[in-house]
């Protein structure tokens, strides 16, 4: 099993619409998460972050079950500007911070 | 907020060259990171540091070395190009546990 899985897309949605992504893990000992954005050509920046059982942010809801070590990250209400590539975040153990992430599923949102 | 500054966006080098990429952070972190990130592939960890003058190797090491000197400061060497090694290189920067990294923005490095 990778260390993180996630489905790579494309998501294709109408604006307005709620799409959500699952991320699967492996390292069970992991305690803290996150979710990047990552915009064509640019650097991942950071969009959420996963503490304990979920957080939202807005129209960003991210959740954690960890019985099942999957993440998820649901966006609501979706704008053209939503269209990126989302990253799915979580620590390797071993210290340093080490962060490993899953190779992404890309959201496109049309008119 | 942490600023992490590549000095280069685009590179043009030629195969058998000793390549610097440079990557600068202000905010005092302790933890550096090196990734390259390839279409299909995500991302994978070349090197890391935790501190001056220490380094650790990643998941893809070989051809690249790194050099810290100072805190702030992060290199990574591509000791003799090769063309494989044409990729986006992301510096990332952190504090010591539990938080997200800040990357920056990137150098597209094409080795000719």
């Known amino acids: 099993r990778k260390e993180v899985e996630q489905d790579p897309g494309p998501f294709n949605v109408p604006e307005g619409a709620t799409v959500a992504f699952n991320c699967t893990y492996s390292?069970?000992?992991?305690?803290?998460f996150f979710w990047y954005r990552q915009d064509c050509r640019k650097e991942p920046k950071l969009l959420m972050s996963v503490y304990s059982s979920g957080n939202e942010d807005g129209r960003f809801t991210a959740q954690l079950n960890r019985a099942s070590q999957y993440i998820s990250l649901l966006i609501r209400d979706s704008k053209l500007s939503d269209s990126a590539t989302y990253l799915c975040v979580v620590p390797l153990a071993g210290g340093y911070n080490k962060l490993i992430f899953g190779a992404g599923t890309r959201l496109a949102v049309h008119p | 907020d942490v600023k992490v500054t590549q000095s280069s966006r685009y590179l043009v080098k030629r195969t058998g060259e000793k390549v610097f990429l440079e990557c600068v952070q202000d905010m005092d972190h302790e933890n550096m990171f090196w990734y390259r990130q390839d279409p299909g592939l995500g991302l994978r960890l070349i090197y890391f540091s935790y501190d001056v003058k220490m380094k650790e190797k990643g998941d893809i090491p070989e051809g690249y070395s790194v050099s810290r000197e100072k805190k702030e400061r992060f290199s990574l060497i591509l000791e003799s190009a090769s063309t494989n090694q044409t990729s986006m290189y992301l510096c990332a920067s952190s504090l010591l546990e539990g938080v997200g990294y800040t990357f920056g923005s990137g150098t597209r490095l094409t080795v000719v």
């Open positions: 390292n069970s000992a992991s305690q803290s």
